[in-house]
């Protein structure tokens, strides 16, 4: 599987951003999809995902409230929508699909899409 993400860019704080994750083959239901990111000199991180047998989504504390990650199962997409961008958000944010055991207790998912650049100026 392939994953292509898309969106990102810069904004003030406050503000919003999507970023939409598309796989290129079939989604198992063992499986999740989400999102990870990584700031300068920081380790990369979870930040929220969705588990693909349920729907279920999951979030860091860091971005609950904030963060929303929704689905379209019949495209195989995810998408984010962050609202009330901090500039501690800033990071590259990678999207990533995998069984869901090693995406979302590990941190390591099979499958990573090109990182995608989010910077939130104060």
């Known amino acids: 599987v392939q994953l292509q993400a898309s969106g990102g860019g810069l904004v003030q704080a406050g503000g919003s951003l999507s970023l939409s994750c598309a796989a290129s083959?079939?989604?198992?239901?063992?499986?999740?999809m989400g999102w990870f990111r990584q700031a300068p000199g920081k380790a990369r991180e979870f930040v929220a995902a969705?588990?693909?047998?349920?729907?279920?989504?999951y979030y860091a504390d860091s971005v609950k409230g904030r963060f929303t990650i929704s689905r379209d199962s019949a495209k195989f997409t995810v998408i984010l929508q962050m609202n009330s961008l901090e500039p501690e958000d800033t990071a590259v944010y990678y999207c990533?699909?995998?069984?869901?055991?090693?995406?979302?207790?590990?941190?390591?998912?099979?499958?990573w899409g090109q990182g995608t650049q989010v910077t939130v100026s104060s």
């Open positions: 990533a699909n995998g069984e869901w055991s090693q995406l979302y207790y590990d941190g390591r998912p099979r499958n």
């Open positions: 969705i588990r693909w047998s349920n729907g279920r989504p």
């Open positions: 083959g079939r989604i198992f239901s063992s499986h999740g």
